[in-house]
């Protein structure tokens, strides 16, 4: 039992324990627990120091990791007579981490705690014995010293067998190397080189003895190449002992180029050589050059054209000229620096595909992108495939060529909707002759039948019934008149030749004698109410205009409304606005016709039979317009409509 002397108190478990672990890393012996599998369980701060490893690695160790002379057979009989005696001293050679062997002395200890099996083990570095430990092995291996020879032989016979089989092997592939191969030691002598190496620099055999140090092979070399002093420096003078990797060109009087890339040769961490691999690249670099041409000739191209160019790859564009940065407002910068597509196409229709005998293609396409700040532009672009004339880490390269053709699609699109307004324009005249041949007709008609009934009975009819039939013809005529003054009016608000010209009325007595004309005009068939708001005696306004927008609104209100409904007219005048709104509970306008009705000849789906020539709200909407002022309409078939009219009322 261990005490503590200064508080004479017992230890508590954890702190013996602490002492103990204390105790055992102060031993100079290295000190190690072992399981029954040879599993290191725990070593001392002795044993990490010994072993050269970390208290961490040697517990992830077996034995087999660091016993030389480890086998599971020995550990197991060990382990049985460690079992029976208790204790086990023995000798063996143990493996530092640096490789380096030394013998050891252990005096190993059975244990068991808890169920559990170890053997507890001090080491001790016995390695002064080693050599004699070593012959002793070697003599209690060898039982029959003649036999051992006789093996020996064997096997030296057949490694040396393994060995002329490994040379023949790679002087083969040397050989048949595609690539001139030359070694030279660390003194500067050549030691290989193969037929390939001879062909390239046309060596004559046995003419000239490879050696950096022989005058007539560096002379030899020197009159093949066309520039000496680069030869001599990046390859004949070049140091052997030098670590580095090396790459250069040479070029020979001939024409030919050739790649030297050569590498020290090491034996362990020693370098003993430099080995050098040659190649001819003189076509390459007909191709380089040839390239270098073309990108030349093409930068020229693309920079001076007035076409936007770019190049894709992968989606990502690799290339653009200075015209597409003017199209796109992107700065070449941005435009390649992982710029996204996406961002700057919006649409794009396709036109025509040009296919090809390969796998190349070229399409028409028109795009529509936006802009940097926002704008869109229409272009009309040729996408091609560079297929192996030009790529990007072997991936096809997308070549584009665009031209802005936004005016022209504007253009295009201005005159398809003029035809297509002419179009319609066409339809609606069409409609509105057949209209007004129909709305002349009838009154025409009723006039001709009247005039022709007077001629015949005049003399035998009574003045009354004359009269009636005078009247219808006054009616119809008046019919003709009025129709003939609107097509009159819409005739000149189409030229132009209508003028607004204002002046101070009194707007509650203008809009109370329009009221009487329409109601007198309309026989009085249906009560109209009037309200009046704010103060609208006095407004500036042009009368003619005026009469013209209130009477055809509130004749439509009553002409679609039913007999017993009432229509109501709401005059207000507020901050020198006068809003007009005429309301009815008649038939009502579809929501698809509410878009159209202000234009010339249209007239609603559902009015069946109800007479008029389509031209009324259309030059309502023109009076309006001239008023600077704005018109409203908000209907539900079968409820009824307001059309609300806001005029500016100012002196001018």
């Known amino acids: 039992m261990l005490f503590d002397t200064s508080s004479q108190s017992v230890l508590q478990p954890e702190e013996e324990l602490k002492l103990a672990q204390f105790l055992i890393n102060q031993v100079a012996d290295a000190a190690l627990c072992v399981g029954l599998n040879a599993q290191i369980l725990y070593v001392n701060d002795a044993m990490c120091r ?48 640096t490789d380096r062997v030394f013998l050891v002395e252990i005096n190993l200890t059975y244990i068991e705690y808890q169920g559990k099996e170890f053997g507890c083990a001090f080491a001790r570095d016995s390695s002064d014995e080693l050599v004699g ?48 191969i030359l070694a030279v030691n660390i003194e500067g002598e050549i030691l290989c080189y193969n037929q390939k190496f001879m062909e390239m620099w046309q060596l004559p055999p046995n003419s000239v003895t490879l050696s950096k140090k022989c005058h007539r092979a560096k002379s030899f070399f020197e009159n093949k190449v066309k520039y000496p002093e680069i030869f001599l420096q990046a390859v004949w003078e070049m140091p052997i002992q030098s670590d580095k990797e090396s790459y250069d060109l040479v070029e020979l009087k001939d024409g030919r180029v050739f790649a030297h890339y050569s590498k020290p040769q090491r034996l362990g961490d020693k370098i003993i050589g430099r080995v050098w691999s040659i190649w001819d690249v003189t076509e390459s670099r007909k191709t380089e050059e040839a390239l270098r041409l ?34 796109t407002g992107y700065p070449k910068k941005e435009l390649l620096n992982n710029f996204n597509i996406d961002r700057l196409i919006k649409d794009k229709k396709l036109r025509h595909v040009n296919k090809y005998d390969g796998a190349g293609y070229s399409e028409y396409q028109e795009m529509q992108i936006r ?64 209209m007004l041949c129909h709305q002349f007709r009838t009154p025409l008609n009723i006039v001709s039948f009247s005039a022709d009934l007077l001629k015949r009975h005049i003399h035998q009819w009574t003045e009354e019934k004359n009269r009636s039939y ?4 006054t009616v119809a005529v008046q019919q003709i008149s009025e129709l003939l003054d609107e097509i009159l009016l819409y005739g000149q608000a189409e030229s132009a030749r209508l003028e607004c010209q204002p002046r101070q009325l009194n707007l509650e007595r203008f809009c109370t004698d329009i009221l009487a004309q329409v109601q007198i005009a309309s026989g009085n068939q249906k009560a109209i109410n009037f309200v009046s708001q704010g103060n609208c005696s006095s407004g500036y306004l042009d009368p003619k205009l005026l009469q013209h927008i209130l009477t055809n609104l509130l004749s439509n209100a009553i002409k679609y409304s039913p007999n017993d409904s009432t229509v109501t007219f709401r005059l207000c005048c507020q901050n020198n606005q006068v809003i007009f709104q005429i309301q009815d509970s008649g038939i009502g306008i579809p929501v698809v016709d509410q878009q159209q009705i202000f234009e010339p000849f249209y007239r609603g789906s559902n009015i069946d039979s109800i007479p008029g020539t389509g031209l009324g709200l259309s030059i309502v909407k023109t009076l309006v317009d001239l008023h600077g002022g704005e018109i409203n309409v908000e209907s539900v078939v079968g409820v009824g409509t307001t059309f609300t009219v806001n005029l500016p009322s100012v002196n001018s």
């Open 50 to 97: 010994m072993s050269e490893y970390s208290r961490e690695e040697l517990l992830s160790m077996t034995l087999q990791d660091i016993d030389v002379d480890f086998s599971a057979q020995n550990w197991s009989d060990k382990w049985i007579a460690l079992k029976e005696k208790g204790s086990l001293t023995f000798k063996s050679r143990y493996q530092t981490k």
């Open 133 to 180: 430990l070593s012959v002793q092995q070697y003599v209690d291996r060898t039982s029959d010293p003649k036999e051992e020879f006789e093996q020996e032989v064997i096997e030296y016979q057949r490694t040396q067998t393994e060995l002329e089989t490994s040379l023949s092997l790679l002087h083969s592939t040397l050989e048949s190397a595609a690539n001139g």
């Open 294 to 327: 073309n990108e030349a000739r093409f930068r020229t191209l693309a920079e001076t054209t007035q076409a936007s160019i770019i190049l894709i790859s992968d989606s990502r564009i690799c290339y653009a000229n200075p015209a597409a940065e003017v199209l």
């Open 371 to 434: 802009t940097k700040n926002g704008m869109e532009r229409w272009l009309a672009c040729t996408v091609g495939v560079l297929d192996g004339m030009l790529d990007f880490a072997r991936k096809p390269v997308e070549l584009v060529t665009a031209i802005d053709i936004t005016d022209y699609k504007q253009a295009e699109s201005e005159l398809n909707q003029a035809l297509e307004h002419a179009k319609r324009l066409s339809e609606l005249r069409e409609r509105f002759v057949s």
């Open 470 to 473: 005078l009247d219808l013809i």
